[in-house]
């Protein structure tokens, strides 16, 4: 299957600083790139959606200015977590949509960052 | 709201075949059946993904009826290295989000 890469894998930041996350489609260009956020024991909770030279559309309750998202080309994607807090702690998990070199278009997830914030 | 229905958990023993049953009941047309496996601190790994009957790959089968409202994902002779999380979704590519529901928590038991 087709490969998603992050970059870092785990993190630790103050309290109020900033922290970005990079989410790259490593085989395949990625129609439309998505970012996931899981607490322990729970589900994949949808952030974002965001294409490829186009503003991301954010899921409610998310809040944009805080998670700013870039997707800059058809195969890198970018989470900034804004003026950090310890309630920002978190698993963080890119996906990206497009088609292998099987030609089906199915989506794949990325190894996931873990962030944590004093 | 996730689109699926599955159990939330349930235990096998090493070696032995394990079937997952989802729920899809409003499962439009241009839907694809997805699941992925999700173990602890990482993301989750495409299993596998079908329309329908059967569709089986090196690691599991899929088994879809006329229907469609349901699916079955199939393990054959588990082992330890497969507890975890399996999630089934519903995709049709596009724009079309990924909701993700509980998902199934498989322990296999020596």
């Known amino acids: 299957g087709a490969v998603v890469s992050q970059h870092p894998s785990r993190v630790i930041c103050k309290s109020g600083t900033s922290v970005k996350i990079e989410c790259r489609s490593l085989?395949?260009?990625?129609?439309?790139m998505f970012w996931y956020r899981q607490f322990p024991k729970q589900s994949l909770m949808l952030m974002a959606t965001?294409?490829?030279?186009?503003?991301?559309?954010?899921e409610q309750g998310v809040e944009k200015d805080k998670f700013l998202i870039n997707h800059a080309s058809l195969t890198l994607s970018t989470l900034t977590v804004t003026s950090a807090h310890p309630e920002d702690s978190s698993f963080y998990i890119c996906?990206?949509?497009?088609?292998?070199?099987?030609?089906?278009?199915?989506?794949?997830f990325g190894p996931g960052t873990r962030l944590l914030v004093l | 709201l996730a689109k699926t229905t599955q159990p939330i958990s349930m235990d096998s023993y090493e070696g032995q075949e394990v079937n997952i049953t989802c729920s899809h009941n409003n499962i439009a047309t241009n839907d694809y059946i997805t699941w992925y496996q999700q173990f602890p601190s990482q993301g989750p790994r495409f299993i596998i993904q079908?329309?329908?009957t059967k569709v089986t790959n090196e690691v599991a089968s899929l088994f879809i009826p006329a229907d469609r409202k349901s699916s079955t994902l199939s393990l054959p002779r588990v082992s330890l290295s497969d507890t975890a999380v399996y999630y089934c979704l519903l995709f049709s590519g596009g724009y079309n989000k990924l909701i993700f529901g509980a998902g199934t928590r498989l322990a296999v038991h020596p």
């Open positions: 085989d395949f260009q990625a129609t439309t």
């Open positions: 079908g329309y329908k």
């Open positions: 965001s294409n490829e030279g186009s503003k991301a559309t954010y």
């Open positions: 996906s990206a949509r497009g088609r292998d070199s099987s030609t089906k278009e199915t989506q794949y």
